[in-house]
């Protein structure tokens, strides 16, 4: 039987450490980690931060988890209001203030005010598909994620509706509203894989969504001209091929803030290591994005090798862990609808 404490705690803090160790070394390049790469926390750097902070990322991932325990599910309005509670007067930040925040999501948290819809409120041009709803998936994808249920008839779609309408608060193209799906069934997989290995729980989640969206049509409100345009791209195709793909060199993955990078880039560290650090470690030393790279790697990497794995000294010194634990343990005793 699942526990689902750990496995909580394990998204949840596998994407907040795998962002603090990325936060120093954000926006450096991939020669500069080789020359000096990152092996622990560190402290500094970039945004000037105490070790263990971590940023927007996160952020915005603990409002959502706040969010959905507070109100006993998904209510994307009250979401949008805990992001502009973070971005104006910072909550849920580690120190009170905000360091660090991407423009596609503060033009969408600025736009928000009580009675609009939130979902009309993220941008959904092609350039506006930075990773800004994929780093703060992670709570979202939890709560569908735990359903053993998951593909069954009824249920893939509940799924695809919650990841869906998450994502557009902020990222409402079909390309990241298909990005923070596919994280969504790795998250199952991942958590209900059992003797399977991590390569094929990832395999069986990616041809199981792409088939999802290959049969997708009229039917489902969400799908328009620009789904159809997206699925006949097959945009996320690198991932139709696994094995190939975990094989590339780090020279054919890039780190940017580009969503499809950085799930490509997330998935490509999941599956060449064995633990939660040496996944988190290869995505920070990619270079480039490093926090949000960290964050979605370190999450997948949660659930992959479990919280025990997650390194005790980088646990300990992250901020805020006592308030972040207890938001977990209360996720957990959320009953999933």
């Known amino acids: 039987m699942n526990d689902f404490k750990q496995i909580i705690k394990a998204g949840i803090f596998g994407v907040v450490v795998g962002d603090a160790l990325g936060v120093p070394v954000e926006f450096t390049s991939r020669e500069e980690r080789r020359e000096d790469p990152v092996t622990d926390m560190r402290e500094y750097g970039t945004h000037s931060q105490p070790m263990g902070t971590w940023s927007d990322d996160s952020s915005m991932a603990l409002a959502t988890l706040d969010s959905i325990v507070k109100n006993n599910g998904i209510v994307y309005e009250d979401i949008m209001k805990r992001f502009r509670e973070w971005m104006i007067n910072g909550a849920y930040t580690p120190h009170g203030h905000v360091f660090d ?17 939130p979902l009309k409120c993220g941008a959904d041009g092609e350039r506006d598909n930075g990773n800004g709803s994929l780093m703060r998936i992670m709570p979202v994808s939890l709560y569908d994620a735990l359903d053993e249920n998951f593909w069954n008839s009824g249920r893939l779609e509940k799924a695809a509706e919650n990841t869906h309408n998450a994502s557009s608060l902020t990222h409402g193209h079909p390309r990241s509203l298909m990005g ?31 088939a999802f969206y290959d049969n997708a049509g009229e039917k489902y409100p969400w799908y328009n001209i620009e789904f159809r345009t997206e699925i006949m791209a097959d945009t996320y195709g690198r991932l139709r091929n696994l094995e190939a793909f975990k094989k590339l060199p780090d020279s054919d993955i890039k780190s940017t803030g580009y969503v499809v990078h950085t799930l490509e880039a997330a998935i490509w560290c999941l599956l060449n290591s064995e633990s939660y650090a040496e996944c988190v470690l290869k995505a920070v030393n990619l270079g480039d994005d490093t926090d949000t790279v960290g964050a979605v790697a370190g ?22 862990k006592d308030w972040i634990n207890g938001l977990c343990e209360d996720f957990a005793g959320i009953t999933l609808t």
């Open 101 to 117: 925040i991407g423009i596609t999501c503060s033009r969408a948290v600025a736009g928000f005010r009580p009675g609009m819809d």
């Open 180 to 210: 923070c799906m596919i994280h969504t069934a790795i998250c199952h997989e991942l958590i209900y894989r059992n003797d399977r290995t991590v390569i094929d729980a990832v395999q069986n989640a990616v041809d199981k969504t792409l």
């Open 299 to 320: 999450g997948l990497a949660g659930l992959a090798y479990g919280y025990d794995n997650i390194p005790a000294e980088w646990l300990d010194v992250i901020v805020s």
